[in-house]
């Protein structure tokens, strides 16, 4: 059995402790918080699991060998360093940190400690998401020409990182992910309403190797929740509802036809109405799982074959990366910048 500390009880730390509870490879056997109130909930809730209010004893503990940390943005660094100097492995929420020298830290911490650094980027261990690079990967749509990402809701609503830091590293990583690639660039705009200097909404324009755009749409400030996420091939077009359980995935037979062969310009509506491909809309099957509950038995997995995670440090870097480099672009009136 692997014996692990989750620290922060709070948002999301409670969706850990709930998936590990029962789980047949893992115990748990610390929960750290420093509000006496989430560890009075979390010992009512998991009998038998020892909760403290100080962090290091849980990490340092004999009985811990891995440490999983949802904690808020700005911790990140301390914990998951704590962690790594003490010979634990570590699973971090995203971001992987709230700076790039953090992340390039933590990044060469771990290769000289010989321990596993893994992040949470959830999205990567959707089934749903995994069926779409599929599609991507092996060219069904044709060459990729934009991708258009919706991430949005009504809260909650944070003070210590901004929407895209909060929303837009989820469809920071599934894009690298499907695309096999970082940004090169990046441009974005937004406002902060709420809290001054911290941005409710931002959009953001990042460009890719291939010169595929994908746009981010971050707002924790909509009335709707929206999890959209469009793909435009230069063959077919697919999209992607994380909300829609049933029907995630739709592939569209869409396209405008090669104007050289077809329609040598397009001058006239009747001519337009020529240029376009109407075709049918494919519903593939998806086997939905739970993707928290994939994720979690990905890091056991590796470290029982001390195996590279999917979304390891590097990964996570390369967010934090694209993140720093949104966060200069809003600081410079939307100018595009290098990431």
Not at 107 to 121: F, P, S, T, W, Y
Not at 162 to 171: P, Q, S, Y
């Amino acid at each position: 059995m692997i014996k692990l500390a989750v620290v922060g009880a709070g948002h999301w730390g409670p969706n850990l402790i709930n998936n590990l509870y029962t789980h047949k490879d893992a115990w748990i056997s610390w929960v750290a918080d420093a509000n006496p109130s989430r560890l009075a909930t979390v010992a009512e809730r998991f009998p038998g699991v020892q909760t403290t209010d100080d962090a290091a004893a849980a990490i340092g503990a004999e009985d811990t060998d891995a440490v999983l940390i949802a904690t808020p943005t700005n911790t990140h660094y301390l914990f998951a360093k704590q962690a790594l100097e003490a010979g634990k492995h570590v699973l971090v929420e995203k971001p992987l940190a709230a700076t790039v020298e953090e992340a390039e830290a933590l990044c060469k911490l771990a290769a000289e400690v010989g321990r596993i650094l893994m992040v949470g980027h959830i999205f990567v261990y959707n089934e749903a998401s995994r069926k779409a690079k599929e599609y991507i990967s092996e060219g069904d749509l044709g060459r990729v020409y934009y991708i258009s990402m919706e991430r949005t809701n009504l809260g909650p609503i944070r003070v210590d990182v901004n929407a895209a830091w909060d929303l837009a590293a989820h469809d920071i990583s599934l894009a690298s992910y499907w695309l096999n690639a970082d940004p090169i660039t990046a441009s974005a705009v937004g406002g902060a309403w709420i809290n001054r200097g911290v941005e409710d909404a931002v959009f953001a324009t990042l460009r890719y190797p291939g010169d595929v755009l994908v746009h981010l749409h971050a707002s924790w400030l909509n009335p709707k929740k929206s999890r959209g996420i469009t793909v435009v091939g230069e063959r077919r077009m697919l999209t992607f509802d994380d909300i829609n359980m049933n029907e995630p995935i739709r592939v569209y037979d869409k396209k405008v036809r090669d104007e050289r062969t077809d329609v040598p310009f397009v001058d006239t509506f009747a001519s337009y109405r020529m240029s376009v491909r109407d075709g049918d809309i494919v519903i593939p099957k998806v086997q939905m799982g739970e993707p928290l509950k994939a994720e979690i038995n990905h890091f056991l997995e590796c470290i029982e074959n001390n195996s590279r995670p999917l979304s390891a440090g590097p990964e996570g870097l390369a967010v934090v990366k694209t993140l720093d480099a949104i966060t200069r672009s809003l600081a410079e009136g939307g100018r595009e910048v290098q990431v």
